[in-house]
């Protein structure tokens, strides 16, 4: 190598030495701090997070105030009447009772078998007497107090029908077979 070329390249190392030098000897006391910059433009949002557990229930509330009053329903379906003879088969000259429901509370009614199907006056009255507050009655007793009596020479064997018909209109009727009385023995 040339001789310059060595005198060169030491004079570079040399002036970069000198340089480091004063570098590092130049260092002082930190100065204080700057203004605060700008901010800076804010960042995308992050993912959700994961949903945590439950929490306890809640007390129960206080009682709400009382709603108004519903509307007036409509009246039920009529059931019509019932009428029921006890028992269904008598002997000539035995009792029987009729019970009935589904009548006009506190009108009178009337009992009577219809002995001729075919003409409105063929019935003959057996009893009668007046529903009670719930619409029904049952006839016991003898003839005179309310008790039916199917007499032996006012009644044949056959079947009939009885009636019953309260002070308003209302009716019912029930079947009823009557025998012969045994002959005693």
Do not use: H
């Amino acid at each position: 190598m040339s001789m310059r070329r060595i005198r060169v390249t030491l004079t570079l190392v040399g002036i970069a030495a000198i340089t480091a030098l004063a570098a590092s000897a130049c260092t002082g006391d930190a100065g204080s701090q700057g203004l605060q910059g700008p901010q800076g433009v804010q960042g995308a949002a992050g993912r959700d997070g994961t949903t945590g557990p439950a929490g306890p229930a809640g007390a129960t509330g206080a009682t709400g105030t009382k709603g108004d009053a519903g509307a007036v329903g409509s009246a039920g379906p009529d059931r019509g009447t019932f009428l029921s003879v006890t028992p269904t088969i008598v002997a000539q000259g035995a009792v029987f009772d009729v019970a009935g429901a589904g009548f006009t509370p506190g009108e009178a009614f009337v009992v009577s078998i219809l002995l001729d199907a075919k003409s409105p006056s063929g019935a003959a009255i057996l009893s009668g007497g007046t529903v009670n507050n719930s619409g029904a009655f049952i006839t016991r007793g003898n003839v005179t107090d309310q008790r039916n009596l199917i007499r032996a020479t006012a009644v044949a064997v056959g079947d009939y029908t009885i009636r019953v018909q309260d002070g308003k209109g209302l009716a019912a009727t029930a079947f009823l077979s009557v025998v012969a009385v045994a002959p005693p023995r």
